[in-house]
């Protein structure tokens, strides 16, 4: 703990989410996805539920690690706020305690009802401040990225999964259908700009892993309001996740000219979401075999992710690099757009 706290000491002041945000929604969403396996495979629930408690673990860890290093950099805090791509990643801490909520339920119910209180409560509050922001216009185009989904897709859906658990099924639907309508939304803007304008550059395009999470996001929500529902609806939502996940290893070269950052935790959560959907169209047809390949190659696939990404990490740690992050633009339109005279903070 004392060498993480050094290490982001040492650096200057990172993008709130760049690791906090991403790698820990990604690691809660790996013990989620070994909660389905277990169940898929008979597994021993010991190894899901160490899984499971590890990932809260290390999602306690890294914002208290964020938290220790922010209360000297307020200034920063705030700039950060003001920055019309890097805003949209404080929705993640509020996700973060959803998922860290439905990863404790099993095992201490008390805490993960404060948490999941606190989480709905939270994303609520983040969705309706940015979204209000976003709709009061005045944002380049060049700012619209895959990151515009998480005040309102992302938490949403996130909090409709988080409600259903919770046994809360008439807010998980709300919520729910103010999730995907958002996404309907949002996904036409972010494919408008991706078509018509310039390129990102490659300091931003880690975040834009962010586009395979909404669907399958949305199916692993879905399948929690209405277990067993291996339906047309929830097949078009992994479709279109699993055609995303191709569309993003089909642009890897790309994606990946900004070096080695921490951004590209942003894959992790759409990819985790992606094996935990196909696990339990497993479990609802276990002697499918079509489903039985998919589910043990998106399960393997996951994890390989994840090793990759904190092998990743523990490099960037060692070089003293663990802070840097390619979401915060250095374009001169990004930086215009993210000053308190065109951007502000209401």
């Not at 709905?120 to 979204?131: F, H």
């Not at 999964?161 to 958002?182: C, K, M, N, P, Y």
């Not at 399948?223 to 047309?232: C, E, K, T």
Request: hydrophobic share 60%.
């Amino acid at each position: 703990m004392k060498a993480l706290l050094k290490a982001l000491s040492n650096t200057p002041p990172p993008p709130l989410t760049a690791l906090a945000g991403s790698m820990t929604v990604g690691i809660l969403a790996w013990g989620l996805m070994w909660q389905h396996a277990a169940s898929a495979w008979a597994l021993p629930e010991s190894w899901a539920g160490a899984v499971r408690i590890g990932s809260v673990l290390v999602w306690l860890l890294v914002w208290l690690a964020y938290a220790w290093v922010w209360r000297r950099e307020s200034s920063a805090l705030a700039a950060q706020f003001r920055h019309p791509v890097q805003s949209a990643f404080f929705s993640l801490l509020p996700v973060s305690a959803l998922l860290a909520a439905i990863s404790l339920l099993p095992v201490w119910p008390a805490a993960a009802r404060t948490f999941v209180v606190v989480g709905l409560a939270g994303q609520l509050a983040t969705g309706l401040w940015l979204v209000g922001r976003f709709w009061k216009g005045g944002r380049p185009m060049e700012t619209i990225t895959a990151s515009a989904y998480l005040p309102a897709v992302a938490s949403n859906l996130v909090a409709a999964l988080a409600a259903a658990s919770f046994g809360w099924r008439t807010v998980a639907e709300l919520l729910f259908g103010a999730g995907i309508f958002s996404w309907l939304a949002m996904e036409s803007l972010v494919m408008a700009r991706a078509a018509t304008h310039a390129e990102l550059t490659a300091d931003l395009r880690p975040g834009q892993g962010i586009q395979v999470a909404p669907p399958v996001v949305a199916g692993v929500a879905y399948l929690a309001i209405h277990p067993q529902a291996s339906d047309l609806l929830s097949h078009m939502l992994f479709g279109y996740g699993l055609y995303q996940t191709m569309v993003a290893l089909r642009l890897v070269h790309w994606s990946t000219r900004a070096g080695a950052v921490t951004g590209y935790w942003s894959y992790s959560f759409g990819v985790m979401a992606l094996g935990s959907m196909s696990l339990q169209f497993m479990q609802c047809a276990p002697h499918d075999q079509f489903w039985i390949v998919v589910a043990a190659i998106a399960f393997g696939f996951a994890n390989l992710v994840l090793v990759v990404l904190l092998l990743l990490t523990l490099h960037l740690f060692r070089v003293g690099r663990l802070s840097a992050s390619p979401t915060v633009a250095a374009s001169p339109t990004l930086a215009v757009a993210a000053s308190p005279s065109t951007h502000n903070l209401a």
